[in-house]
């Protein structure tokens, strides 16, 4: 398929609300997701929302690969996901605050109050109705990716703008790259 470009902060269509599919096994839905895997897979990422590829549509596509999940954390691995017009729905008031970045956003990484749990429906690419619970980091991670959908970008969600940081700045404990294992298990 194709590895396509990523739109970036100040694109005016990363703002936009995307149109739900119609019908989540046609031909060109499945061609989306593969067109986004092998973005993804182009530069390394774990989770991309189809409006970052200018394609207006409510698609997301994530993972989270073993070489991701920090020592110690009781998460497991999850395989490349297609969800099609997901729906979050948090359980509770509780968020928790942590670091995130976006391939729209690159070199940056910010501190984002996230629900920390929620219940996700979606369709497959088969057209199969899923309904799953996360926490922790699985849950914000899916939290992220949907904004996209709603035109939302994570620097709308800071509490604080000074909770912003280039990754070059990012240096010593409690760093961007050394996640709580706490974190990714809820």
């Given at each position: ?52 590829i200018s ?69 497959t690419l ?50 961007v790259f ?9």
């Open positions: 398929m194709a590895v396509r470009p990523i739109l970036r902060l100040g694109n005016p269509d990363l703002l936009k609300v995307s149109a739900p599919v119609a019908d989540p096994t046609a031909p060109e839905i499945r061609a989306l997701v593969q067109d986004m895997r092998d973005t993804l897979d182009d530069v390394q990422g774990i989770g991309l929302a189809a409006p970052q394609q207006p549509l409510r698609v997301v596509l994530y993972c989270l690969p073993q070489h991701r999940i920090p020592s110690g954390a009781k998460a497991q691995p999850i395989p490349w996901t297609a969800m099609i017009n997901p729906v979050i729905e948090p359980m509770g008031d509780d968020k928790r605050v942590m670091w995130e970045r976006c391939l729209s956003l690159p070199g940056l990484y910010a501190k984002v109050p996230r629900f920390n749990e929620i219940v996700i429906r979606y369709s088969e057209g199969k109705q899923i309904e799953q619970h996360w926490q922790g980091y699985v849950a914000m991670l899916l939290q992220h990716e949907c904004d996209h959908l709603d035109g939302v970008l994570y620097p709308m969600r800071m509490e604080n703008p000074m909770d912003m940081a280039f990754a070059s700045e990012m240096t010593g404990k409690g760093g050394s996640y709580d294992p706490n974190e990714f298990d809820g």
